[in-house]
Structures are given as C-alpha cells and as structure tokens.
C-alpha cells in the first residue's frame, strides 16, 4: 500500500471540508444536542478522513458513517435513559441549533426513534433516511448487502410507522 | 407530489432534516483538524521511529484516556469508533472491539493509535539520519530563522522524497527535515534527518541549536545541538513542557510549565535564562500565575533585553520585562486586555534606546474592531500612545514586528498593516505578500534586524513549503522558497 503525500491529501481533504463539514456538523448537533460536541465530533471524523484518505472511495458517505458511529458511542455512553418519546434532541436543548417545527414539537426525537429500533436496523435507518444516503452507499459503508440494508429498512420502517402513529 | 408523501417515516426524517441547521466551514477549524491530525501522525511516526516496544506503548495506554483534542471529553475518551477505510461495523459491535474491515484487515487497536509520548531522560544523545540530497517538495515549515547573518535555517515535515536518495524507507511516512541556506535563501539544502527527535520547534544562533515540541502532549522533550543539527543531546529543563523558547547575542530565554496535555494549561510557569550553550537548564523565575493557567508564551527581545508574555486560559495576556528582575509591562490601568507586544530587535545603540510597542484592546465588537497602540523608548518603563488601528474581528491576538522600533509590522489573519511613525497610522505594505483578503492565517513574525522581516504562514496551499521575507521594514514582500512548489 502506498501513502499519498500528505500535503497532497490535505489539500484533497480541505475541498470535502469546504464541501461537506457545515452540514455534517449540523446533523450531528441535530443528533447530539450540543453543538460544541458535534464539532469535536465533525473535528475527528475529518481527521479520521485525513487519515484514512487512501482508502475512501467516496468521502461523503464515510464521513456520516464515522460521524454516526461517534454519535452512537456517544449515546450508549450516555446511556439509554431516553431511548423512547424523549422530547427534541436528547431531551438538550440549545438554542442556538435549530428549534424544533410545530409540526415536531411533540414527536419524537431522531434518537428515541433511532434508539427504540433493535440494534441492527439502527445505522441503516440513521445513514438513510437522516443522512441521506442511497442504500447503495449505507450497504457499502455498514459492509452488508444492499439487499441486507433494503430489509433492515423495511422493519425498521414498519416498526417506525407504528411508533409514529402512536404519538399523534 | 414526492417519496416523502406516502412514507410517514421517510417525511419524519425529512422534516429533521430541514431543521439541521449548517455549522461554518471556516480556515480556523481546518487547521485544527489538520493539526490534530499532522499530530497524530507525527506522534504515531515517533513512537515508531525511535523503536519504542510494545511494552512502552502499554505504558502509555494510561495516557490514552486523557490524551486532548483526538480524545478528550465525553466521546473521545473510549476506545473509538468502529469506523476504517470506508467500512462501519455493524451496531451490535462493541466499541471497544478490534473492528474487522470487509478487506479483512483490522482496525489498528489502541495501542497502535498511543500518541503520549515517553519521555526521553536528559543526556540521551540523539543522531540524525540521512537526508536527502535535496528538498523535498511539499515540505510544511514548522520553524525558521536567521543562524548567522545570511545563513538561514528552516526546519518542517515532509511528506515524502526522504532517505539519502530520496527513496528511503521512511518515502512512505515523511520525515522531519532540517535544512539550511548559505545564500540568504536562495538555495536550501537539507542538513539533517530528524525523525529521531520529537519536536517541532528549532532555533539556532550559529553552530547551536535547541529543539522542543509545541505540543504539551509530546513529551516536554528540551534537546540541544553544537554541530548544526547533526546530533543532539536532551536538556533538562524545569517543567514538563517548554512553552516557548529563544537566543538572542548568547543568551537563551525558555518559558516553562507543568502542563496538562489534556486541557493545554500550564501551572508552575517559570522563565529560564542561561547561556545559548547550557547544558542542563536549573530553576528559573516563577511568573504570575494566570486565571485558569498558562495557554501559550512567547519570547521577544529588545536589543538583548528579553520579555516574555504569556497568554491564559481566558485569553489575557500579560507581558514582563526580564531585567533586574521580572517586571510587569501593562498595568490594568495602561491597558486592560493586551493584544500584542514587540520589541525591537535591531534599536539604535546610539541613543542607547530600548523600543517596545504594545497594542491593547480592542474597542467595539462588530466586523472591525479597533486596537491603541503604545510605545516606549524606554524598554516599557514609560509608555505613551501614539495612534489607533482597525483591524477585522478575529479570534487570537495579531502578531506585531519592528527592527527598529518605528516602523511596525501587524499580521491580522491573512492581512498585513505597516506603520511608520511607531503606530499613529497604519496602511497595507506598497507590496504585500498575498492578496489582502487572503483567510489563511499568518502564523509567525520575526524581526531579524537590518529592516529584515520574516513571515510564515499556515502552510496551506498559499504558504506550503516557504516564507515570505521583507528587507525594508515590511514595505515589500518576497517570497522564499524552500521546497519546491508541489
């Protein structure tokens, strides 16, 4: 295996910076309620990026899988003490990261929904339907068959529609 | 009508969605990225290069939970996520499980991630590898200075070309390069191989040279040189850290502190004077310690009158004199928040002047924000002020300059003001280094006398691999190229 220089890959990675950190450390405040976690957060996903830059393909998928997979960690760190009909953003509210819609307000949070699903249809739900990304791109990132992810997300969105349902 | 309208699920996180609101993607953040990183991989090459074991690196996994920045806080201090080369492991893993790639390869394991350093004990002697033949392109300065008059030394990070033909073992990796111009900068050549030593910072008057790192995570390591860079022998120092370090006319200055690694501040400050060929560096004089602790210190001199000024965690900075003991230069009631200060290194021996200048402030808190500026002719012990500068609202203080101690120099960001009459006005140089409006942040600032200026910048694209220099005073910028344009 080669390494590209690393001046090469800086100047390489700084376009994805410009390109893509905003948003992601958006989503993350979104997911985690605090924006200066979220950048620390959106931080290490770039240098894991930097880092790793030989062998991502496609760096904006990577990104939101290492971001997600911090913000996982981050929440089994914290706990499961929320994991269902928890109020916007982890129960955190900051003011400065975008308040909820009306049509929100009392729904679920993007973690009590992710988190109120079994273990494995968690990513596939967090990197499709949060962070946008074709299930192509979930399958090769989470290294299951598209077909695998495809399933995942079937269940998880009858499981999802039915907990919805439930908070109207 | 859209996907979203029949799949409540899908509208649920759409609607999210639209509420995440963009962070900035401004130049700051990016260099702490590539910091960290840089950090990381430097940090990783070391403890490599200089053969630690295994049994070394298991010492240092006490480290890994208080490691900063890569680490720290509420996420970073668990074995990390499960993420390599594209590849996420499924969410039944444990985080703490050695990941398997779809390639079959494993995600290093924590050890192979220790970035606390060891600590190298005083009188171990260091020898340099081979260096190239010539500079590498794409060399990132880190250091740079004047040695002796035309004789110019910079020191930084390859990314490749190393080895003595520029394809040894260490291509893959990079390496640290000493180099060195006989011409005033007109050509370089590299002098020593440094992989060996972990630091980032060298400064050299003559044949002697001293090394230590910037980072409070890397060991405290204090080494010094008589050759040039061939060998080096680690110093004893008080402190685990040096925060700053400087030879002016066969004196050395250091700035040291007990630093925590995880939070970067720093107690038990001292100032350590000695000559530039000390052997091992005793107990200096504590400085006052500063709310929260000592972030970072500089040195600067006028004439050969050193003054040391030391910013906390809060962003106060306090500058002394060192002369007859150490003096506080600003008093609250001259200047309640200093921002700069500069002595000037080439005064005028006649008039037996020691100029300094100091800007406070600043005034206001909108897009621009206003500085007062201060000089003395008399080292800081009677100040007047002499005029005011508007400068963008940026984080971090600006650097500031001067030869001789009326013609200034300020590097806000990416821009440059001159003045030349001690700070009444300020103006753009008549030829500036970059584009005015450039973002990339100017890094360091020397006065090396005779009106020469030295000015580094981030090393991105638009300061990678060399300097900008100036010989009158900052009225006129060229740049320096040390390593060839990538």
Redo the contacts between chains.
């Keep these: 295996m ?2 590209r ?4 890959v ?2 390489e990675v ?1 376009e994805v ?2 390109a893509h ?3 992601l ?3 993350t ?2 997911l985690i309620g605090d ?1 200066e ?8 996903a ?3 990026l ?3 830059w030989g ?4 760096p904006r ?2 990104l939101y ?2 971001a ?3 913000v ?3 929440w ?3 706990g499961r003490e929320a994991t269902a009909y928890e109020r916007f953003q982890g129960g955190v509210i900051d003011p400065d ?5 009306p ?2 307000a009392d ?2 949070s ?1 973690r009590a ?1 992710v988190e109120s699903l079994p ?2 249809m ?2 596939p ?1 967090l990197l499709h ?2 962070a ?1 990304l074709t299930v192509a791109q979930v399958a ?5 068959s598209e077909g695998a992810v495809k399933r995942d997300l079937y269940d ?2 009858a499981m ?2 039915r907990t ?2 439930g908070v109207r | 009508m859209n996907a979203t309208d029949h ?4 509208a ?14 401004d130049d700051l ?2 260099q ?3 910091r ?3 950090r ?2 430097w940090a990783r090459r070391w403890t490599t290069g200089l053969g630690l074991g295994v049994a070394a690196a298991a010492a240092a996994v006490a480290g890994y939970a208080a490691w900063p920045d ?1 680490m ?5 201090d ?1 074995a990390g ?12 893993e444990e ?1 703490t499980a050695v990941p398997t ?2 390639d079959g390869t494993t995600e290093p394991s924590a050890t192979d991630e220790l970035t606390t350093a060891a600590v190298l004990p005083p009188g171990v002697t260091i020898t340099a590898g081979d260096a190239p033949d010539a500079v590498p ?2 060399m ?1 300065l880190s250091s740079l200075g004047e040695a002796t008059d035309g004789e110019l030394y910079a020191y930084g ?1 390859a ?2 070309g190393c080895g003595p033909d520029g394809q040894g073992s260490q291509q ?3 390496c640290q390069l000493l180099v060195w111009s006989q011409d005033d900068g007109a050509s370089w050549t590299p002098q020593a191989e440094l992989n060996a030593l972990p630091a980032d910072q060298v400064r050299f008057e003559g044949d002697t040279g001293w090394a230590w790192s910037s980072d409070a995570a890397a060991g405290g390591l204090l080494a010094r040189s008589d050759d040039r860079g061939q060998t080096w022998t680690v110093v004893g120092h008080p402190g685990n850290h040096v925060l700053a370090l400087e030879l002016q006319s066969g004196q050395l200055t250091a700035v040291t502190g007990e630093c925590d690694a995880a939070t970067g501040g720093c107690g038990d400050v001292q100032v350590v004077q000695d000559a530039v060929d000390a052997t091992s560096l005793g107990a200096g004089t504590p400085l006052q310690p500063a709310p929260g602790g000592v972030s970072a210190a500089t040195v600067s001199h006028a004439g050969t009158v050193p003054f040391v000024q030391l910013q906390s965690m809060t962003g106060e900075r306090t500058t002394y004199r060192l002369q007859d003991g150490v003096e506080d230069l600003a008093p609250a009631d001259l200047c309640d928040n200093v921002q700069a200060f500069a002595g000037a290194a080439d005064p005028d021996a006649a008039t037996s002047a020691e100029p300094v200048v100091l800007v406070c402030g600043p005034v206001g808190t909108g897009q621009d924000v206003t500085l007062s500026v201060h000089a003395s002719r008399a080292g800081g012990r009677v100040w007047e002020p002499t005029g005011q500068v508007q400068i963008p609202n940026l984080d971090g203080g600006p650097l500031l300059a001067t030869n001789d101690g009326e013609r200034l120099v300020m590097a806000t960001g990416g821009q440059l003001r001159v003045s030349d009459d001690r700070g009444r006005t300020w103006r753009f140089p008549s030829v500036p280094p970059r584009q005015p409006a450039d973002i990339n942040p100017y890094t360091r600032l020397i006065a090396a006398g005779n009106g020469v200026l030295f000015l580094m910048g981030a090393q ?2 638009a300061d ?1 691999g060399g300097f900008w220099r100036s010989t009158d005073h900052g009225d006129s910028w060229e740049r320096v190229q040390v390593a060839p344009d ?1």
């Design positions: 080669t390494t220089p690393s001046t090469t800086e100047v700084r910076y410009l950190y905003g948003r450390a958006g989503w405040a979104h924006r976690l979220a950048a620390d957060v959106a931080d290490e770039f240098v894991r930097l880092k790793h062998q991502v393909d496609d998928p990577w899988a290492t997600a997979n911090l996982r960690d981050h089994r760190k914290r990261v975008a308040a909820p819609g049509d929100l729904a679920l993007v929904a273990e494995r968690r990513m739900v339907y949060f946008d090769r990132q989470l290294g299951k998880a969105r999802l529609a919805l349902e | 799949d409540p699920v899908a649920f996180f759409a609607a999210h969605r639209d509420q995440v609101r963009d962070e900035q993607a953040t990016w702490r990225i590539v960290a990183s840089r990381e991989t890569l720290g806080g509420e996420i970073r668990q996520p499960a993420t390599s080369g594209g590849t996420v492991l499924p969410t039944n985080s790639n779809v392109q794409g990132m990070l990314p490749e893959a990796e990079g991105t694209e990678q990538s």
